[in-house]
């Protein structure tokens, strides 16, 4: 599998890849249902392991603002969906979110017009409190979650992007749900930024 980073610093205009069609209202609403703050959306293909006959499928997308390098690597094999969500700190000093709450990342599946059909935080607690995720320099934290086989069956058809963000952030990196059926070629991923907001 083929990947790539994208790095974006400043941006002055940007070309944004068509997405296939029937999805195209995923990734013009995406963000702005997983979040409020919705920012500029970046279309990025490359090649997967997707064959007709294989039995498991992934996508993989990423965003570099400054030196934090966020990775979201969507999997689906033997019926059940992986999802991991890798935050690295590439720079030299510790860099630190500050969070409402204790939730410090989300990862929310969206159908074809954007609205949220899964999220990894519904169901669990969280702590009120004002909190603060400190990563490391030169360290990756790793955050993931999974869908069992019979709960994903539920709600594959109409799966159609997984997006992920670190919370009180305004950056999200979004990819496709892998598909183990058809053969496409490339699969397509895309970035969300948010507009003029500093972590």
Do not use: C
């Amino acid at each position: 599998m083929s990947r790539f980073t994208v790095t974006l610093a400043l941006v002055t205009a940007l070309t944004v890849s068509v997405p296939p069609v029937g999805v195209a209202d995923a990734f013009s609403v995406a963000a702005k249902d997983a979040r409020n703050d919705f920012g500029i959306g970046v279309g990025v293909g490359f090649p997967t392991n997707t064959r007709a006959g294989y039995s498991s499928a992934e996508n993989y997308a990423a965003i570099t603002v400054d030196k934090i390098i966020e990775e979201l690597t969507v999997t689906e094999k033997g019926g059940r969906l992986k999802m991991e969500f890798k935050v690295t700190n590439n720079g030299d000093t510790p860099f630190t979110v500050e969070h409402k709450s204790g939730r410090e990342f989300d990862i929310v599946i969206l159908d074809k017009n954007g609205v949220t059909i899964w999220r990894q935080s519904d169901g669990a607690a969280f702590t009120q409190a004002l909190t603060a995720k400190t990563y490391p320099a030169r360290e990756a934290v790793i955050y993931t979650a999974e869908i069992e086989r019979k709960a994903y069956r539920k709600i594959r058809d109409d799966a159609v992007l997984v997006t992920a963000y670190l919370t009180d952030t305004p950056y999200t990196v979004s990819t496709y749900v892998p598909d183990v059926v058809k053969s496409s070629g490339a699969s397509g991923g895309t970035i969300i930024i948010g507009g003029g907001k500093t972590w």
